[in-house]
């Protein structure tokens, strides 16, 4: 994913935020404390204009932690996202657009990173009685058959860590290569499950992991599997992600920490709710 897409892809990523008052970083220090966030309008499982997202419902709960109204500014995670978003003001106003931007790579370095609300991994995803069930591992999808492995393709976001992986093992000619980024506002990442993968246009897909497990559990017209990926020598799947705010911004930023701290158990379930693969923090993750 976009670690959005791919984090590479994934990775799907981008942030920044806060302006002026501790409290509500615009500012028009008058008005009501307001979590600005800026979200995809369609990049489920994270974010849409209708609220359904993780991305969404966290947000929602941080801003009620705070005792805070909230508002959106939406912008496709495209090139522009940052500087139509959170280094964009109002015409005819000092005040930003938004103030925080909800899913990020821990060590984004475009934005002051917060604590890592979650830490999770790329994963594979088939449709189930296509004669891969006996695949559970990386290590599994290598022991098939050669004439069958020979056969096989593989959906991958250019540019995420799944493409080092096939380099290392001589299984790049399998790959059926995806942009982590479209032009188009309309195609979201997902479609790589719920489309290509459901009808059969690929074998596998390869997909930063909350975007395999939501799709392949809300797939209409195909029983799918999201297996998560273990750790491979020299390739990097898993990744913490935060919340990013602007530099400078040390007061507003400590306060979306705080909240976040308040309210791990239920940021925790609702994630679980879309399917997130979760794994442990990492011990050297922290906020910047």
Same mark, same amino acid.
């Given at each position: 994913?976009s670690?959005r897409?791919?984090?590479?892809?994934?990775?799907?990523?981008a942030a920044?935020?806060p302006?002026?008052?501790?409290?509500?970083?615009?500012?028009?220090?008058?008005?009501?404390p307001v979590?600005?966030?800026?979200?995809? @309008?369609?990049n489920?499982p994270?974010?849409n204009?209708?609220?359904?997202?993780f991305?969404?419902?966290? $947000? =929602?709960?941080?801003?009620?932690d705070?005792?805070w109204?909230?508002?959106?500014?939406?912008? @496709?995670?495209? %090139?522009g996202?940052?500087?139509?978003t959170?280094?964009?003001?109002?015409p005819?106003?000092e005040?930003?657009?938004?103030?925080?931007?909800?899913?990020v $790579?821990?060590?984004?370095d475009l934005?002051?990173?917060?604590?890592p609300y /979650?830490?999770?991994?790329?994963? %594979?995803?088939?449709?189930?009685?296509?004669?891969?069930?006996? *695949?559970?591992t990386?290590?599994d999808l290598?022991k098939?058959?050669?004439?069958?492995?020979?056969?096989?393709r593989?959906?991958v976001?250019?540019?995420?860590?799944v493409?080092?992986?096939?380099?290392?093992?001589?299984?790049?000619e399998r790959? *059926? @290569?995806y942009?982590p980024q479209?032009?188009d506002?309309?195609?979201y990442p997902?479609?790589m499950?719920e489309?290509?993968l459901a009808?059969g =246009?690929?074998?596998?897909?390869?997909?930063?992991? @909350?975007?395999a497990? /939501?799709?392949?559990?809300?797939?209409?017209?195909a029983?799918i *599997?999201?297996?998560?990926?273990?750790?491979?020598p020299?390739?990097q799947?898993?990744?913490?992600?935060?919340m990013a705010?602007r530099f400078?911004e040390?007061?507003y930023?400590?306060?979306?920490?705080d909240?976040?701290?308040r309210?791990r *158990?239920?940021i925790?379930?609702?994630?679980?709710q879309?399917g997130v693969?979760l794994?442990?923090p990492?011990?050297?993750?922290?906020?910047r």
């Open positions: 994913m670690t897409t791919a984090l590479a892809a994934a990775c799907m990523f920044l935020a302006g002026a008052s501790a409290q509500a970083p615009a500012t028009a220090a008058a008005a009501p979590l600005r966030v800026c979200q995809d @309008p369609n489920m994270f974010s204009r209708d609220l359904q997202g991305e969404n419902k966290i $947000a =929602a709960l941080l801003a009620a705070l005792g109204q909230i508002a959106y500014t939406w912008y @496709p995670q495209r %090139m996202f940052i500087r139509n959170l280094r964009a003001k109002d005819g106003s005040q930003y657009k938004c103030d925080l931007v909800t899913g $790579a821990s060590g984004f934005g002051a990173t917060t604590q /979650y830490r999770s991994t790329y994963a %594979m995803a088939y449709v189930k009685g296509k004669g891969l069930d006996s *695949v559970k990386l290590d290598l098939l058959p050669p004439a069958q492995l020979a056969r096989l593989l959906g976001f250019a540019g995420s860590p493409t080092d992986w096939l380099l290392a093992h001589d299984l790049i790959m *059926v @290569p942009q479209s032009g506002p309309a195609e997902g479609e499950v489309k290509d009808k =246009a690929i074998d596998i897909a390869f997909l930063w992991g @909350p975007i497990g /939501y799709f392949a559990s809300h797939a209409p017209t029983a *599997v999201a297996l998560p990926l273990a750790p491979q020299g390739v799947f898993e990744f913490d992600i935060a705010t400078g040390a007061a930023k400590q306060k979306i920490d909240a976040i701290t309210n *158990v239920q925790n379930a609702i994630l679980a879309y693969p794994l442990n990492s011990p050297r993750s922290a906020a």
